[in-house]
């Protein structure tokens, strides 16, 4: 046995102390037992940190304690750095831009990759022009959102540099670059945002040719021929010159998949992420929505319709949401329960069964790709396909080549390679797209295919998407603990003969509201500013046109000039012109714009009926009857468009056109500088979908 006195040496090395020479036995004792405990806990620790399997939640550290990467990481010798950035309202520019990171990573080992979420890039904004100066080569995959608008990720980064394009000068000379944009040609302003052209004037250098996707036909075609065009340019770039007359490897993506965890519902319980937060430091967007009550539903149209327009209102109260007039909210729906069953059996999966999702192996590595964050977990399937999948919209060619790969049948996959391939773009084109087959469609002609969940949820279903809505109410007196929605039911056949449903519509349309039963319908909803917003100076005219429910955020706007008008503000002219299609039918709110008239919040109300009459009339025709008064009054005022961008907005676009022709007597070109000129002095503003 040890003396006391190696004893006591051995407890002062451990503590870091120097105990006396004539330390008692009582000291001593307490001193071992303080160190046996301390010894015990470490262990125990170590054990616990080191234990595998165990599905321990992360910590999660707030961005402004993080160190910037790009200080921390250099470059290995001989390796050549590359960033591809992207801006993304539905994921599938961040997809591509992880897509094309992984395909850099494998085509050139010289390349340092790494993908950036423009929203990430700089904590503040005067950090952009330093670090953009550090950029030697990199990409942008950039969706053009709503009416030529930047998407929310990239709309801070956008501002910043078109802003501040002429203070900078020539500024970007190392930078060499290329852009791919994501958009949709059936829209006015298409690929608006990745056609910016301030990147040459800042002296940055173009790689590659503007590629330019349409949703409207195979967007994902669009990208693999853009990427053929790239690859001779990174050649040049990223290969060394003893293989530089190899040929490069064929490269073939790797379909995603997640690491599935299942769990025994017995032990373990599904958590809801979408809980309240009453407190300052809540902060509610589309990564951390806010569950909320529905309180109110009612119908607007008249029975005698045969359509159907929904006023639902959320409750706010007690979460700490706060929006303006003029806000949009974004409002996560669930698929209906017969869109979730039909799913379950194409699976061939029970829909009670409780998993998770895992971005890693079992042993803590990475598994690479392109994978999304997962959902949130452990959850059911029921739950998973109600809540994350978007199950109803055609499926890219993507998910075709993931549900290829799981086919069991020969003929089945053949049919579905051929479909994802670049050679079956045409039929493709017809087959799916132009038939508006849903994911759940094409799953059911090919019901041999059968890919695991992991798979189903990283490479087949996309994650289904928050629907946007022009809010239509003011907080100012009239609902600062409502927000309120004005939602048409998406309700059709398609070219297949299947009955559409719209996901959001639909929840709406069946939705229980909080005056009917305390179990009523609640969903995870954000707010997304917005710059449709009356002029600060409230006696300035305002034209507002909101046919249907573009009426939205008219109905807010109206709102608030009645608070102000009883607060004693002077309110200037404002002229809203409405459309539905017959008043016995869908003339929605129509007591509360005839109260406003009377009231005093708006001056003239001008409605078009589009089925009343032996000749259609429409918005644009009342313009037209009231040319010159509209144009004396948008000529000192603000003009508002809100509704459908396909058409009606175009329409009265070209109406506007018109009027500026004849009321100024001047050309064409001059008439659409003029025109042009409202818009980027912010005096003509639209809202349109």
């Known amino acids: 046995m040890a003396s006391n006195s190696d004893l006591v040496r051995a407890v002062e090395s451990l503590l870091g102390v120097s105990l006396a020479d004539s330390v008692s036995d009582s000291l001593l004792l307490i001193a071992t037992t303080s160190a046996a405990v301390i010894i015990g806990l470490l262990v125990f620790?170590?054990?616990?940190?080191?234990?595998?399997?165990?599905?321990?939640?992360?910590?999660?550290?707030?961005?402004?304690?993080?160190k910037d990467e790009d200080d921390e990481v250099d470059v290995a010798a001989g390796k050549t750095k590359v960033t591809v950035f992207f801006g993304t309202q539905t994921g599938t520019a961040e997809g591509f831009a992880k897509a094309l990171t992984e395909e850099i990573k494998a085509r050139y080992e010289k390349a340092a990759v790494k993908v950036v979420d423009l929203d990430d890039y700089a904590a503040d904004d005067d950090q952009y022009e330093e670090k953009l100066k550090k950029e030697t080569l990199a990409f942008f995959m950039l969706a053009t959102y709503g009416d030529g608008e930047p998407t929310d990720n990239a709309a801070r980064f956008y501002k910043w540099?078109?802003?501040?394009?002429?203070?900078?000068?020539?500024?970007?000379?190392?930078?060499?670059?290329?852009?791919f944009g994501l958009g949709n040609r059936q829209y006015e302003h298409f690929n608006k945002i990745s056609s910016y052209r301030a990147v040459f004037a800042a002296g940055a250098k173009r790689l590659v040719t503007l590629g330019l996707g349409d949703d409207d036909q195979s967007i994902e075609d669009d990208f693999s021929a853009w990427k053929e065009t790239l690859w001779p340019e990174l050649d040049q770039l990223l290969r060394d010159e003893d293989d530089a007359n190899t040929v490069s490897t064929p490269y073939t993506a790797a379909i995603l998949e997640y690491r599935v965890v299942n769990h025994d519902p017995t032990v373990t319980s599904s958590d809801d992420n979408h809980i309240n937060m009453a407190n300052g430091n809540a902060v509610f967007d589309i990564h951390h929505p806010c569950r909320v009550n529905v309180a109110?539903?009612?119908?607007?149209?008249?029975?005698?319709?045969?359509?159907?327009?929904?006023?639902?209102?959320?409750?706010?109260?007690?979460?700490g949401i706060t929006y303006e007039t003029g806000d949009h909210v974004g409002v996560y729906a669930e698929n209906c329960d017969e869109t979730v069953e039909?799913?379950?059996?194409?699976?061939?999966?029970?829909?009670?069964?409780?998993?998770?999702?895992?971005?890693?192996?079992?042993?803590?590595?990475?598994?690479?790709?392109?994978?999304?964050?997962?959902?949130?977990?452990?959850?059911?399937?029921r739950t998973a396909l109600a809540r994350y999948a978007d199950l109803l919209n055609p499926p890219r060619k993507a998910a075709l080549a993931a549900l290829a790969a799981h086919a069991s049948e020969p003929s089945e996959a053949e049919r579905l390679k051929f479909l994802s391939s670049p050679q079956g773009k045409d039929e493709y084109s017809k087959w799916v797209?132009?038939?508006?087959?849903?994911?759940?469609?094409?799953?059911?002609?090919?019901?041999?295919?059968?890919?695991?969940?992991?798979?189903?949820?990283?490479?087949?279903?996309?994650?289904?998407q928050p629907r946007y809505y022009s809010i239509s109410s003011s907080p100012r007196l009239f609902a600062p603990q409502r927000v309120h929605v004005t939602c048409a039911l998406v309700h059709g056949p398609t070219p297949?003969?299947?009955?559409?449903?719209?996901?959001?519509?639909t929840w709406m349309k069946h939705a229980i509201p909080l005056e009917k039963s305390r179990d009523c319908s609640w969903a995870p909803i954000f707010i997304r500013p917005s710059n449709f917003k009356l002029p600060v100076d409230h006696s300035i005219p305002i034209i507002m046109v909101g046919p249907g429910t573009g009426l939205a955020p008219f109905r807010g706007f109206l709102q608030e000039r009645f608070a102000l008008k009883e607060d004693g503000v002077q309110l200037g002219p404002a002229l809203l012109f409405f459309g539905c299609r017959n008043r016995r039918m869908d003339f929605i709110y129509e007591d509360e714009l005839k109260n406003f008239v009377e009231q005093g919040s708006v001056s003239e109300l001008i409605v078009a009926f589009s089925r009343e009459g032996s000749e259609k009339e429409y918005v644009q025709h009342k313009m037209m009857d009231k040319a010159a008064h509209l144009w004396s009054l948008i000529s000192q005022g603000y003009l508002y468009v809100c509704g459908d961008a396909k058409g009606m907005a175009r329409d009265v676009h070209r109406t506007l056109h018109t009027i500026v022709q004849q009321q100024e007597n001047v050309d064409s070109s001059k008439a659409e500088a003029?025109?042009?000129?409202?818009?980027?002095?912010?005096?003509y503003l639209r809202d349109v979908w």
């Open 161 to 179: 540099f078109t802003e501040g394009k002429d203070e900078r000068g020539t500024w970007l000379q190392q930078l060499t670059y290329g852009v």
């Open 433 to 464: 797209v132009g038939s508006q087959r849903s994911l759940l469609e094409v799953m059911a002609e090919f019901p041999s295919a059968k890919p695991p969940l992991g798979v189903f949820f990283a490479a087949v279903a996309p994650r289904l």
């Open 342 to 381: 039909e799913a379950g059996k194409l699976l061939g999966q029970n829909l009670d069964l409780l998993f998770s999702l895992h971005t890693d192996k079992e042993d803590g590595t990475s598994l690479g790709g392109s994978l999304l964050p997962p959902f949130p977990g452990p959850c059911t399937l």
């Open 296 to 319: 109110v539903q009612r119908e607007l149209h008249k029975p005698e319709s045969d359509r159907s327009c929904i006023h639902l209102e959320f409750d706010i109260s007690g979460t």
């Open 674 to 683: 003029i025109v042009k000129k409202l818009q980027m002095d912010g005096r």
């Open 45 to 66: 620790l170590w054990k616990k940190s080191s234990g595998r399997g165990r599905e321990v939640k992360p910590v999660i550290v707030p961005k402004s304690l993080l």
């Open 496 to 505: 297949t003969g299947r009955i559409h449903k719209g996901v959001c519509s």
